[in-house]
């Protein structure tokens, strides 16, 4: 089936250590975001990628950057971890054009912990 | 700017009751409207969307919505509750380019 695949489900960081949060696609779509939820709110975008066109949001820090090698995979970096990245990030697809007629196809996200 | 808003941040329903989740958008244009449901440690799953044409859609589990463009209103309903619709909630708006913003949530819980 195709599908967005998170990996991994779980991560658990050092406060200030680097760490890496993947997103694979079998969808094809051109469209990749990636979201930030923490307990209880609303997702919040961070960035998107047209195909290889970055979009940042105007108040997604600087800690957070992303790759994207190629269509299916992009990666959320965060630099230096601090407590208040402990969060669910979810990573979502569309195709160009149709993401508002048909929604985004979401993965199962990545649960942060910064300990 | 397009925002949506959620009355109530949790609600209860006894099973087999009538479901009934509020969500009201701002959007200077026509906007498209979304309900999401989100499991424990899982996801957002589309429940039904609402782009053009008939206002009142059914989406999946049973649930529908209706677009109510007077009172820019586009509230989930469900018949029946089942222990299996307990969850989060989220509506959603997006104005056709490509960014869909959401709402802060409803959490369902169903009584026995």
């Known amino acids: 089936d195709a599908m967005v695949i998170q990996n991994p489900r779980y991560q658990v960081t050092q406060f200030g250590k680097p760490v890496t949060l993947s997103c694979s696609q079998t969808?094809?779509?051109?469209?990749m975001y990636w979201y930030q939820q923490k307990s209880s709110q609303a997702p919040k975008l961070l960035f998107h990628?047209?195909?290889?066109?970055?979009?940042n949001e105007a108040d997604t820090p600087d800690n957070f950057q992303s790759r994207r090698p190629n269509t299916s995979f992009c990666f959320l970096d965060i630099r230096s971890p601090g407590l208040g990245d402990a969060a669910m990030y979810l990573c979502?697809?569309?195709?160009?054009?149709?993401?508002?007629?048909?929604?985004?196809?979401f993965g199962s996200g990545t649960r942060l912990t910064v300990v | 700017a397009q925002s949506v808003t959620q009355l109530g941040s949790h609600v209860s329903v006894s099973e087999g009751a009538l479901v009934l989740l509020r969500c009201n958008y701002s959007?200077?244009?026509?906007?498209?409207l979304f309900w999401y449901v989100q499991y424990p440690n899982q996801g957002l799953q589309l429940l039904l969307k609402?782009?053009?044409?008939?206002?009142l859609v059914k989406g999946i589990n049973g649930f529908e919505a209706e677009f109510k463009k007077s009172e820019t209103s586009f509230h989930l309903t469900k018949p029946s509750a089942h222990m299996s619709d307990a969850a989060e909630y989220f509506c959603?708006?997006?104005?056709?380019?490509?960014?869909?913003?959401f709402g802060k949530g409803t959490r369902l819980h169903i009584l026995p």
């Open positions: 979502a697809t569309s195709r160009a054009g149709t993401g508002a007629n048909y929604g985004y196809t």
């Open positions: 969808l094809n779509h051109n469209v």
């Open positions: 990628y047209y195909d290889k066109d970055f979009n």
């Open positions: 959007s200077s244009v026509p906007p498209y």
């Open positions: 609402y782009t053009t044409g008939a206002t």
């Open positions: 959603a708006v997006s104005v056709r380019d490509d960014k869909i913003i």
